[in-house]
């Protein structure tokens, strides 16, 4: 066998191999496919030479894997990712293979008959083996031009020959220069043309995807339990998790099922998400046995790398998992790093008992269902369960702290906020270096607005490479609270890199855009939310909220009454009072307010939303106050924890400028301005304030600031305190901007 020198690189001499139209440099490491180059990793490159050099001989599986990979520790599945790439790039059929040809078991022959340009006494004899006259030219050109350019101007040795619009241009060149009698001029323009169509490839050609990246699907549940979606969709994200602290090798977070993903087949995924491979899985249990069927494909190919069968007793799951993350690994890295593969093992088991994980599993997918008292109240109820089957269960604990958290941001639910701290606590004391409660820790320091510590913990949480785009996201709502707009949207850009179709990044990017004052922008990141999640109701709720908020009340009663077809929900019955009370409907409006209390009582918004619906129809004003007190003292505790949200402020001056505090209302508001964020809204309600308290000046005033930050006119005139003000501030200052810039 020769010797191909270092892994990956061309060898001791230059040699130029041609077969059909194609044609292989290795001093270039270039592959030509009928003149247009091909993107070839550098292991595959490395193979094609010893299977090039040896032709026609069975090249053994580990003689290959010892050539190129230096070792025989590699697993056979890695030298079929890459036979399956180079059939690609050379346009190859495993069944009806033209060059490589698979000897089961055995190894690899080429069968192709390449000629070598050295077995040629000159480089014309060399390129008459070429399929036509342009390609001939092309070969010829490019070997004169190595040696006639300047060295300024040389391509480097991995540099691609240029891709269509270069070859173009080179095959015109070519054939002017056999039509002139001076040809060397023409063949240093050539090589100008050469060099700038190479710097343009390289410089402007899509990135390709790394070569050990991966992302893990969401696994198909076949089990005939149609409930028991919760276990196939648990397995995939902790396969996730546990592969995503692997070194070397890239995860994406598996994306949802939603926004026709079962529509893209491997490739258009592939490149969509930034991968070279997919994992995806089905799973089905019966009685007490699990079958998992699992398969890596190749996104540059569209080809099955391996596939495999598990059929155990439940108990032997994450013996299962382990298994198919070992595969994984080994395939796409060539060898599992030492000690990875009891590291995997470990975090594929976090209990000793499948009860406690599978409950674990359950409380799990709860808490993807973001922000509503029942499914944060499920969760902590999974989660206690799965701590009463293993006490010592750390990560079910730290569950409960995030559920809590998870409540206290989507209800105002004060209490909550108490819970989770004594959650957290808990699984601190289990567990110091569990990463998921330093990602807990630092949620609850952030809604604080403990800046310093919060950041300390998302450090800490950023680690765990399963974690990241949490801690990043957290860090893009941390940054977003003090008004640094810049940083909390690079933040949120570092999660979406890690998680391309995740709806939780674009809610929480169009709820940044929102409190800065720039709702068009709001309302577009939670479309394409919807777009990756339209069963989630909560978005669909929230798209409601800013359409209202932008003044369209018939797209915003369009999207709450999709939320409620989802599920009855709390959020879309108060919205659409809202929109009742807009249109002067405030007795239907009240009506819906209070449905939406029965669900949840513990945000203090509704109840304020009550009392200006009983305001506005001139009922008794004495139960509209007992509404604004309640709403008050709700509101009082939440921004004694939550010191940073300057609306949750504006709107407690609100409360009490109704119940005829004018200095605790002043004080208010004045809070809820030196924070500096959400202008648009605290100017909105800070007019309302004063309209209240009599200070009509200072109203106008806040008006003309709550239009400057881009709060709609017509919003504004739905409002009784300020209808006659708007008017008059409207005929000084013209229309509201459609959106603050």
């Given amino acids: 066998m020769e010797p191909i020198g270092m892994p990956g690189q061309g060898g001791p001499t230059s040699e130029i191999y041609r077969f059909d139209d194609i044609v292989v440099d290795t001093a270039a490491h270039t592959v030509l496919r009928a003149g247009q180059p091909q993107t070839i990793e550098p292991k595959a490159f490395a193979v094609l030479l010893v299977l090039l050099r040896r032709h026609g001989e069975l090249v053994p599986r580990d003689e290959l894997l010892d050539a190129v990979w230096g070792h025989r520790h590699v697993t056979p599945g890695v030298l079929t990712r890459v036979i399956a790439q180079l059939r690609h790039v050379l346009g190859d059929d495993s069944q009806h293979p033209r060059y490589i040809q698979t000897q089961h078991a055995l190894g690899y022959r080429f069968i192709g008959l390449p000629r070598r340009d050295s077995d040629y006494p000159n480089s014309s004899e060399a390129s008459a083996t070429s399929v036509n006259a342009d390609d001939e030219a092309v070969g010829e050109t490019v070997v004169a031009v190595r040696q006639s350019v300047p060295a300024s101007l040389k391509l480097a040795a991995n540099e691609p020959v240029p891709p269509d619009g270069g070859r173009e241009a080179v095959e015109d060149g070519a054939r002017q220069l056999r039509s002139r009698a001076s040809a060397w001029g023409l063949v240093v323009a050539l090589g100008l043309l050469v060099a700038l169509g190479a710097w343009w490839y390289t410089h402007q050609r899509p990135e390709r995807p790394a070569e050990a990246s991966i992302a893990v699907l969401p ?34 977070a598996a994306p949802t099922a939603g926004g026709g993903l079962k529509a893209k087949d491997a490739k258009a995924l592939g490149a969509e998400l930034g991968v070279a491979t997919l994992l995806d899985a089905s799973v089905r249990r019966e009685g007490a046995r699990v079958r998992i069927n699992a398969r890596l494909t190749d996104t540059n190919t569209g080809y099955t790398l391996w596939t495999h069968s598990y059929d155990r007793e439940t108990s032997d799951v994450f013996a299962m998992q382990s298994e198919i993350a070992n595969e994984v690994v080994q395939a796409l890295l060539g060898v599992l790093p030492t000690g990875e593969g009891k590291d995997l093992a470990r975090r594929l088991a976090p209990t000793t008992s499948v009860a406690a994980y599978d409950a674990y599993l359950k409380g799990r997918q709860e808490l993807q269902e973001r922000g509503d008292k029942a499914d944060a109240d499920s969760a902590i109820n999974y989660f206690r369960g799965a701590l009463a089957i293993d006490p010592g269960f750390a990560r079910a604990q730290a569950g409960i702290c995030r559920a809590e958290i998870t409540r206290f941001e989507g209800v105002r639910d004060v209490a909550a906020f108490d819970r989770a701290q004594a959650a957290c606590k808990r699984a601190e004391a289990m567990d110091p270096s569990l990463r998921e409660t330093s990602l807990a820790l ?115 009663s369009a999207a709450f009454e999709r939320s409620l077809q989802i599920r009855p929900n709390y959020s879309a019955l108060s919205n659409l009072g809202t929109v009742k009370y807009d249109s002067g409907a405030y007795a239907e409006a009240a009506d819906l307010y209070r449905h939406a209390v029965e669900l949840d009582p513990s945000d203090f918004r509704l109840w304020g939303n009550i009392g200006d619906a009983l305001a506005a129809s001139s009922v008794d004003k004495e139960e509209a106050r007992e509404y604004y007190r309640r709403a008050a003292q709700l509101a009082e505790r939440y921004v004694q924890i939550r010191p940073d949200d300057a609306q949750g402020f504006a709107q407690l001056g609100w409360y009490r400028a109704n119940l005829d505090e004018k200095d605790k209302a002043l004080a208010m508001q004045g809070k809820a301005e030196a924070l500096a964020t959400e202008r648009g809204e605290v100017a909105f309600w800070g007019a309302q304030t004063m309209a209240v308290l009599g200070d009509e000046a200072s109203a106008r005033e806040y008006l003309e600031k709550a239009f400057a930050e881009g709060i709609p006119t017509k919003r504004v005139g739905n409002t009784p305190v300020l209808r006659r003000l708007e008017g008059e501030v409207a005929a000084v200052s013209g229309p509201a901007p459609a959106s603050k810039q």
């Avoid at 409930?227 to 692997?246: S, T």
């Avoid at 939310?529 to 800013?546: E, F, I, K, N, V």
């Fill in 219 to 252: 696994f198909n549940s076949l089990s005939d339990n149609k409930g028991d979606g919760y276990f196939a969709d648990g397995l995939a994200v902790e396969m996730h998790d546990a592969l995503a602290g692997v070194p070397g090798l890239k995860v994406i």
């Fill in 442 to 556: 630092g949620e609850l320091h952030r809604i604080r607005g403990e800046a310093s510590q919060a950041i300390e913990h998302y450090t800490r949480a950023l680690e765990d490479p399963a974690l990241r785009a949490d801690a990043y996201i957290g860090l893009a709502q941390l940054s977003s609270a003090q008004g640094r707009n810049v940083l909390a949207l690079d933040y949120f850009e570092r999660a979406r890199k890690l998680r391309p179709r995740d709806a939780l990044i674009y809610r929480e990017r169009g709820y940044h855009y929102y409190t800065s004052g720039d709702v068009p922008a709001a309302i577009e990141s939670y479309k394409v939310a919807t777009s990756l999640q339209p069963d989630d109701y909560r978005l669909w709720s929230g798209l409601g909220g800013l359409y209202l908020a932008n003044g369209d009340s018939a797209q915003a």
